[in-house]
């Protein structure tokens, strides 16, 4: 079986790799726009769903994984930010408290799908105008949800605690979805 990635994010490829699963990345052009009447924590899972779907050409034999990362902060989602501005109001909003970083995956042959999702709670110390400065700057911000990477300087410096799978903070959480590939799919590696 082969697997395909449907995802351009250099972290899900990254840790697919560390799981020693062969795959092949897989463009998938797919809005993320979803209903507003979705719950917050339901959002993920909601667009990793829609952007299988949006994949028409998956042959027998291959099965395809799709993901999407979410920040929940205080019921409001942390998207991808747009700008350094909004970068920094979202460090901003998780300095000094616990947030939760929720990241939806769907597997999918043509013959089955699942999709489930995986929650993290990350709390920061605080972090002063200037470090947020400096992060923004100096990293690259505008790719992450809630305007951050874990793996990156902040998740070093500021990162108080998690509760839950680190690697989903990354964008994927691999245990999960180790365990679904063997059993549920029963992809060998």
């Known amino acids: ?53 949006a994949y028409k050409a998956l042959p027998d034999s291959d099965l395809l994984i799709t993901a999407d990362t979410m920040v929940l902060v205080d019921n409001s989602l942390l998207v991808k ?31 089955k799908k699942i999709s489930f999702s995986s929650t993290t709670d990350v709390t920061f110390n605080a972090i002063d105008s200037n470090d947020r400065k400096f992060y923004v700057d100096n990293f690259s911000v505008m790719d992450k949800a809630g305007g951050y990477g874990i793996q990156d300087w902040i998740g070093l410096s500021h990162v108080k605690s998690i509760k839950g799978c680190y690697y989903n903070v990354m964008g994927l959480p691999t245990s999960m979805l180790y365990k679904r590939l063997k059993y549920d799919f029963g992809h060998e590696i």
């Open 1 to 53: 079986m082969r697997v395909l990635l449907g995802s351009k994010s250099p972290r899900r490829k990254e840790l697919l790799s560390m799981l020693e699963i062969s795959f092949e990345v897989v463009s998938i052009d797919c809005d993320e726009n979803f209903p507003e009447d979705i719950p917050p924590i339901h959002v993920a899972e909601y667009l990793s769903e829609k952007k299988s779907n």
């Open 81 to 111: 930010p747009v700008n350094k501005e909004e970068a920094l109001q979202m460090l901003d909003l998780i300095s000094d408290r616990t947030h939760q970083v929720i990241t939806g995956v769907t597997m999918r042959t043509n013959s």
